[in-house]
């Protein structure tokens, strides 16, 4: 695959669109100052509650069953000390994610995407922890992220992507290879149009643009493979109960691996398959996770 010509088709699909879903300023602005080391809780809590939806967000989430709270949370400002700065970085962002694109009619089931984004997500954050990576929410963050372009494909050529899924349903072809020949790009150059429309980190982009194929990967490397594997995982599981009956590894998951093994700060399984079959004791509980997460964003 040609990436250069499937950039210019994914930015000539771009460029007709007016009603492109956009991240509220104040979400920018809060997500800016939770970066900043000097920021001051006070001062992130003054912002969250100029602006109602988000500050009731903040306390809907931080009341959920995610987050098993003894007494319940009534201030932002104790629902910042008590989540940490990350954790509401990455509910901000997601949940105005998921506002973003939930009016959007799709040719598929819109909760299986969510399910899928969030559970790469989380095996995304539980792989970093495995390997060493520093920065665990960003793996999370980046792994709920990484198939945005499906959601723009999907909404703004509804019929012929609704078409290009009846085709494939029932053979081995995957959505990324049958977008290819129907669209001549992918959702990977689509999503990374639309991270540097929405002004995500350089690193953001280059984990969409390449989490199907990391060998390519120029700004992170170990965190696209983390993702690339990630959701390597998940598919596998959509048809497969264990990994070891899961579909072959193709060569992004073969380069993401080495990737791993290279840069792991701990020790690893001896091969992928292992690596990979050693998170199934976990599928389960970030599944029930998963389930209260995607429940709690879509209600708010
Ligand atoms: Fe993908
Ligand atoms: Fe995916």
Not at 133 to 145: F, M, N, R, T
Not at 176 to 187: L, V
Not at 223 to 248: E, G, K, R, W
Request: charged share 20%.
């Amino acid at each position: 695959m040609d990436k250069v010509a499937m950039m210019i088709k994914a930015r000539k699909l771009f460029k007709d669109i007016s009603d492109l879903p956009t991240i509220p300023a104040i979400v920018s602005k809060v997500v800016s100052l939770l970066e900043d080391q000097d920021a001051a809780p006070d001062d992130i809590a003054d912002l969250i509650l100029s602006d109602q939806v988000l500050a009731a967000r903040v306390i809907r989430v931080v009341n959920s069953p995610l987050y098993r709270t003894n007494n319940s949370i009534v201030s932002v400002k104790r629902a910042l000390l008590f989540l940490g700065f990350k954790s509401v970085r990455e509910m901000i962002l997601t949940s105005y994610f998921v506002d973003g694109f939930k009016k959007k009619e799709q040719p598929f089931d819109m909760k299986m995407f969510w399910i899928h984004s969030f559970s790469v997500g989380a095996i995304s954050r539980r792989i970093s922890t495995m390997v060493g990576y520093p920065d665990s929410e960003k793996a999370y963050l980046v792994g709920i992220l990484h198939d945005i372009g499906k959601v723009f494909l999907g909404h703004y050529c509804k019929e012929e992507y609704g078409l290009m899924l009846t085709n494939i349903s029932n053979t081995s072809q995957t959505t990324h290879e049958a977008e290819y020949e129907f669209f001549g790009t992918t959702h990977c150059e689509v999503g990374l149009c639309l991270a540097q429309r929405w002004n995500f980190p350089s690193v953001y982009c280059d984990v969409i643009s390449h989490h199907h194929s990391s060998e390519m990967a120029t700004e992170d490397p170990l965190l696209t493979a983390i993702v690339s594997l990630a959701d390597f995982y998940c598919l596998s599981h959509v048809t497969a109960s264990s990994v070891a009956q899961a579909s072959i590894p193709g060569p992004s998951e073969e380069n993401a691996w080495e990737v791993l093994v290279k840069y792991s700060t701990a020790p690893l399984a001896a091969c992928l398959e292992h690596f990979l079959s050693d998170l199934d004791e976990e599928y389960e509980s970030i599944s029930r996770e998963v389930d209260i997460l995607f429940n709690t964003m879509t209600m708010i």
